[in-house]
């Protein structure tokens, strides 16, 4: 498993929580996601055999944020 911080930008309420935890945590591989509003911040624990990096990112791009 691997685990990483990325920062999010345009997340703000519990609308953008549920958005990016639910299109993330439903990509096979991903362990678990958290999201930090008040740090900009989304931790995700995931199998880097199964589900990329670069993936997870796309996923986070797609529900209409921006990670850093």
Do not use: P
Request: aromatic share 2%; proline share 0%.
């Amino acid at each position: 498993m691997e685990k990483v911080t990325l920062n999010v930008t345009g997340m703000s309420c519990g609308h953008c929580v549920k958005a990016v935890e639910g299109s993330v945590g439903a990509l096979e591989g991903v362990n678990s996601v958290q999201v930090n509003l008040d740090a900009a911040t989304v931790e995700v624990e995931f199998n880097n055999g199964v589900v990329t990096l670069d993936k997870i990112k796309e996923t986070i791009d797609d529900q209409g944020y921006d990670v850093a």
